[in-house]
C-alpha cells in the first residue's frame, strides 16, 4: 500500500541554518505531494504541494523538489528563524479518498 | 472569509458519557474527514465521507460516529464505547481531486476523566 517516511526527529538548529527534513514515499501510481505545518495546539496548515515528476513547491521561504526517480520530497529552507519551530508533516495523495501522511517531523529553532 | 469551524476548542466530559464535536465548512468542499491526534504524535484518521449521507471507516473508527445531513457539517460523537476517548481531534475538508490539499480546522482537545 502507499507510505509515507520522514525522518525523526526533533531536529534541533540555531537561526539562520540550513533545514533539510527528508520524506519518501511508496505508491502505486503518481501521486500528489503535500508538506503542512502544524503550531502548537492549532491544526496542520498547507505549506507547499507539487502535483507531477520535477514540480517544484515553495511557501515562505521553504522548498521542495518532487523527484519522481528517488520517490522523494525533500523539505528544505536556507535559513531558518525561531518562528519556524513547529512540527512538519509529508503526505501524499493518490485518489480521491484520502491523503497518507508521515509521522511528523518536530523542528526546534534557537536563537 | 472562507474556513473550517470547530468547536468548542476545549472540551471536558465524565467517563461514560457520549460527546459530540461540531465541525463545520464554507468552502464548498465535498469531502470531510476527521483525525485523532494523541501527544507528540502523528494522525490518525477516524472516518471521512466522500459526499452528503454516505461514509466510510477510517484507520480506528471503533467508539466513534458520524453523520452528514448537510455538505456543510460533519460531527463526530465519541462514544463511552471509546476506551481512551481523551485527544486532541482534528476536522478538515477537501475538493474530491486527488490534487486538492486537506484544509484544517483548529481542532477540539477533549479530555474525559
Known amino acids: 500500500g502507499n507510505s509515507v517516511t520522514q525522518m525523526e526527529g526533533p531536529v534541533t538548529l540555531s537561526e539562520e541554518a540550513f533545514l533539510t527534513i527528508n520524506c519518501t514515499y511508496t505508491a502505486t501510481g503518481y501521486p500528489s505531494l503535500f508538506w503542512y505545518v502544524q503550531y502548537p495546539g492549532e491544526g496542520l496548515q498547507l505549506l507547499l504541494k507539487a502535483t507531477k515528476a520535477d514540480d517544484k513547491g515553495s511557501n515562505k521561504g521553504f522548498e521542495a523538489t518532487y523527484r519522481k526517480e528517488t520517490t522523494s520530497f525533500h523539505l528544505e529552507k536556507g535559513s531558518v528563524q525561531v518562528s519556524d519551530s513547529a512540527v512538519y508533516f509529508c503526505?501524499?495523495?493518490?485518489?480521491?479518498?484520502?491523503?497518507?501522511f508521515g509521522t511528523g517531523t518536530r523542528l526546534q529553532v534557537f536563537p | 472569509d472562507g474556513g473550517i469551524t470547530q468547536s468548542p476548542k476545549y472540551l471536558f466530559r465524565k467517563e461514560g458519557q457520549n460527546v459530540t464535536l461540531s465541525c463545520e465548512q464554507n468552502l464548498n468542499h465535498d469531502a470531510m474527514y476527521w483525525y485523532r491526534q494523541d501527544p507528540g504524535q502523528g494522525l490518525r484518521l477516524i472516518y471521512y465521507?466522500?459526499?452528503?449521507?454516505?461514509?466510510q471507516k477510517g484507520d480506528i473508527a471503533e467508539g466513534y460516529s458520524v453523520s452528514r445531513e448537510k455538505k456543510e457539517s460533519f460531527p463526530l460523537t465519541v462514544t463511552s464505547a471509546q476506551k481512551n476517548p481523551t485527544a486532541f481531534y482534528l476536522c478538515a475538508s477537501r475538493y474530491r481531486d486527488r490534487n486538492s490539499p486537506l484544509h484544517f480546522g483548529n481542532g477540539t482537545r477533549l479530555t474525559v476523566t
Open positions: 503526505a501524499l495523495s493518490e485518489s480521491t479518498d484520502k491523503l497518507i
Open positions: 465521507s466522500q459526499i452528503v449521507n454516505d461514509f
